[in-house]
């Protein structure tokens, strides 16, 4: 009986031991997932003075009596934040030699507005009888808005730019991660073209 409690005990030990070593904590990963929260990644904001104009010229009688014709031009500060959409951004895990691929699209124009506080009181010609009205002043914004899009999306140069931007927080990210993990990585760009 004693041999069979001493075998017990010895058991149980042994099985104890075992179960602790079996514990011990495994090497965690990095998580490169997070990155992806941000959904768009501006790395620029751009200033462009901005001329929005207006004109509508007078049409038949109202010519002759010089009635119906208007001009508007208003100045100001237009903002075009480029970047990049995160979501379309692929980072890879990192390979036997510590490598990261990062598959990274062209930086586009993600939004674009005005600052108010640089509009310049409207400069106006009209005729007699004849008044500009707010909504002829909100068309003639809103296509130099549009207008300025436009020509950022051409301005490769301020394109690239804001991808090289995005390339340098994205590498600051990367390394961050690999300081927590006491690693060193190595990134592997490729760009991704739609």
Do not use: R
Not at 34 to 41: M, P
Not at 88 to 110: H, L, M
């Amino acid at each position: 009986m004693k041999n069979t409690k001493f075998t017990c005990v010895i058991l149980i030990t042994l099985l104890s031991i075992n179960c602790l070593f079996g514990c011990g904590s495994q090497k965690q990963k990095p998580d490169f997932s997070s990155i992806k929260s941000v959904c768009e990644l501006s790395t620029l904001k751009c200033y462009y003075h901005n001329v929005a104009t207006y004109e509508k010229n007078a049409h038949g009688l109202l010519k002759v009596f010089g009635s119906g014709y208007k001009k508007i031009w208003i100045e100001y500060s237009g903002i075009v934040n480029l970047g990049i959409d995160i979501n379309k951004v692929d980072i890879s895990e990192p390979d036997t030699n510590n490598v990261i691929t990062i598959k990274i699209p062209d930086a586009e124009v993600q939004s674009t507005s005005l600052d108010k506080s640089t509009l310049s009181e409207p400069l106006t010609d009209k005729g007699v009888f004849t008044k500009i009205t707010t909504e002829e002043k909100t068309e003639a914004l809103s296509s130099a808005q549009q207008n300025m899009k436009e020509t950022a999306q051409k301005d490769t140069s301020l394109l690239a730019q804001a991808k090289e931007h995005a390339k340098l927080i994205l590498q600051g990210y990367i390394n961050n991660l690999g300081e927590e993990f006491n690693e060193e990585y190595t990134i592997k760009w490729v760009d991704v073209s739609e």
